[in-house]
């Protein structure tokens, strides 16, 4: 086996919950923006891309070094052992970025970084002429920040948040991995009962009951490196069949979804049948405010409407009020709202336990958090 490093990477200001889903599988880590670092093995590599519920990709750091010119990018890049990673018939793609460096040509980057793997590659299996690149795929990116090149091969493929089983979803969905981060922070566990009162597609009450059955969120879907010459499918298979024996498919669950829109209940239902959670997630078409209950030390977390278009605005706030008039009459249940309103606690009538700032996709919002009293 073969020590690597890699990276987690994921959205700004999720970091520390994917570091701590890292340390969960007995790994070491260092952060930076939006990247939790780590040592580890091909083990390692499918252990990540199953288990991680929050982070988008896993890569693996194949060098990193100080460039100014384009010579230097193209003879250190040349200088890798690009042959430990990519067969002769290996389809690599090369994606780029560069921030606040000399060599801010993204297309030249990546065209020069291509042109020095393919003269090493034919150096290394002794070809002349072309490569056909009619194998597995291997997806590069360099990175040039502050001049300063990273070069990474991507793991995962399709972003970790496409786990396959939403197959409808609304107008705005949450990212898989940050509705698992939103039940991750509220600290849930499946003694406690769980409800999203603005449930749309149902992704936030699905991850809900992933994390309480402890179900692999990668566990049924494929990677790029599995694909992999040098990655052994034993691994794969070892790494899945752990988490088939981790998982606990008869933990009982109390989780509802709640939408106005009977559409978005009739996507919800559908998606949550896909992943395995047709019998054991309630979904009811009502409005937020119509929520009723008599059990105790719930969680209630939701995405509720931004109003980001004109005229939208006023319904949204009247939204919120409803909602922190309705939950005064539930002080055991914590109740964790991710919102772009600015004045969300003057409407919901409350000063939050606390406030988080996360990035929907792009647009800036806070997570609200007000903890209930234990009962």
């Not at 700004?12 to 580890?40: Q, R, S, W």
């Not at 990474?152 to 990212?175: C, I, N, V």
């Amino acid at each position: 086996m073969t020590t690597f490093k890699l990276v987690a990477t994921s959205a700004m200001g999720l970091e520390g919950i994917v570091a701590d889903e890292v340390k969960a599988l007995g790994y070491e880590t260092t952060t930076e923006n939006g990247k939790v670092y780590f040592e580890g093995d091909e083990r390692a590599i499918a252990r990540a891309n199953i288990w991680l519920r929050v982070a988008d990709r896993v890569k693996i750091v194949v060098a990193q070094f100080p460039v100014k010119t384009f010579d230097q990018l193209f003879e250190k890049t040349k200088a890798i052992q690009w042959e430990m990673f990519l067969p002769v018939d290996a389809a690599f793609p090369v994606q780029g970025k560069s921030v606040k460096s000399t060599l801010f040509s993204v297309p030249d980057c990546q065209a020069i970084v291509k042109k020095a793997i393919v003269e090493r590659l034919k150096l290394a299996y002794k070809r002349i002429g072309f490569l056909d690149e009619s194998g597995a795929t291997y997806k590069l990116e360099i990175s040039i920040l502050k001049d300063i090149a990273t070069i990474t091969l991507d793991t995962s493929g399709a972003g970790l948040h496409k786990r396959g089983y939403r197959q409808e979803q609304g107008e705005a969905p949450l990212k898989e991995t940050l509705a698992a981060a939103l039940v991750k922070v509220s600290k849930w566990n499946p003694d406690r009962p769980f409800v999203d009162p603005f449930c749309g597609s149902g992704t936030i009450a699905i991850e809900a009951a992933m994390i309480g059955q402890n179900i692999a969120p990668g566990y049924n879907r494929d990677f790029h490196s599995e694909a992999w010459s040098w990655m052994p499918k034993a691994v794969w298979d070892d790494v899945r069949n752990e988490a088939e024996e981790l998982a606990n498919y008869d933990q009982e669950l109390q989780i509802i979804g709640s939408d106005i829109d009977p559409k978005m209940i009739q996507v919800a239902e559908q998606n949550a049948f896909e992943a395995g959670f047709g019998d054991l997630i309630t979904f009811k078409q009502m409005q937020a405010s119509d929520f009723t209950t008599t059990l105790t030390d719930g969680v209630m977390i939701g995405n509720p409407p931004y109003g980001e278009r004109i005229g939208e605005i006023e319904e949204v706030e009247q939204v919120i009020i409803d909602l922190g008039n309705l939950m005064r009459n539930y002080p055991t249940w914590s109740v964790y709202m991710l919102s772009s309103m600015e004045n969300f606690e003057e409407l919901y009538g409350k000063r939050t336990t606390k406030k988080r700032k996360l990035f929907n996709g792009f647009i800036r919002t806070d997570l609200y958090q007000f903890w209930g009293k234990r009962s």
